[in-house]
């Protein structure tokens, strides 16, 4: 037996590897009719809530890796979608913000995205699950 027949006849991994596929579709028909990823959109949700954050502290706040982050902060700093400034208390040390246009291309964003999340809220048991089962991986 391959490798690959293993994997379909045990059928919780072959329904992961779906949702992963499922959930990469999402993201580029969503990128590609609204311009961000749906980290973009994460991230800029996370900065409604914490304006003026370090890169480093979002990153543990929202558990994005903070090189994943860095690049896309990159991104969204080159859309104008967010402000990065030194921080007043150690100008080594850089803040960053959601700006007008930012708030305005993720609410873009969510329009499209509430439908779908509506649809998964029936779901939310085995997702939590499945966070857990990933989260194991640690």
């Not at 085995?126 to 990933?134: D, F, H, Q, R, T």
């Amino acid at each position: 037996m391959t490798y690959l027949q293993n994997i379909k006849q045990n059928s919780e991994m072959e329904l992961l590897v779906q949702i992963s596929i499922k959930m990469q579709q999402l993201n580029k028909k969503i990128e590609k009719q609204c311009g961000m990823s749906l980290t973009q959109w994460y991230v800029l949700n996370a900065l409604i809530d914490l304006p003026g954050i370090s890169p480093f502290k979002l990153s543990y706040s929202i558990g994005i890796s903070p090189g994943s982050l860095t690049q896309t902060i990159k991104r969204l700093f080159k859309k104008k979608w967010i402000v990065i400034i030194s921080d007043p208390l150690d100008s080594r040390k850089k803040l960053i913000s959601i700006t007008r246009d930012g708030k305005n291309s993720r609410d873009l964003i969510d329009s499209k995205i509430l439908p779908l999340q509506s649809q998964l809220i029936t779901l939310r048991n085995s997702i939590e699950e499945l966070k857990n089962i990933l989260n194991s991986f640690d």
